[in-house]
């Protein structure tokens, strides 16, 4: 299973797109559409451990990007935030509009060029680089498996297995 992610965004071409694309490495738990589902749902996600990082996609305000990040913040001060900045996109060839353009509110007309979503599943991928599932499995030793599994990584075998043995509690490595 991968990384459990959230995704806020106001484009639910985006939110579907992400969530099929991220896969296997990513497992999108919530796909909040606007800033009031966001503002309601995602704290009790990510409070609860239910996400470790959180996706800002599609044509999001700053104003609402701002709110929404400081509220997944105060829940888990762990979380990653993940959004595409203009040296990201433009990095990645996308051709923007000069710097001070009203940025379109919605999702563009029909017959408006479109960038390959893959550039943008690539970009996302490398910012969420790094981030790993952790399990523990507990015996009846008193002993603990830590299982880290590096999210970047397709095979199963990148994976660091520590084992820890408590006693009187201490942790012996």
Known sequence: ???PIAIYTNMARAGEGLTKDLQPDYNVVKVALSKDEALADLPGVFSSGGAKALIIAGFVSDEDAAAVSSAVSAASGSAR?????REDLEGAGIKLPPPGTPMPTGPPPADAPRPDP?????LYR???AGLTTL???FTATNSVTVVF???TSTDPMDMVFSNF???EASCVS
Do not use: T
Request: proline residues 0%; hydrophobic residues 60%.
């Open 149 to 151: 599994m590096d999210a």
């Open 118 to 122: 893959a550039v943008f599943v690539k």
């Open 135 to 137: 399990e523990f499995q």
């Open 165 to 167: 043995v408590f006693r």
């Open 126 to 128: 490398e910012k969420l």
């Open 81 to 85: 935030i993940v959004r595409l900045s």
């Open 1 to 3: 299973m991968g990384v």
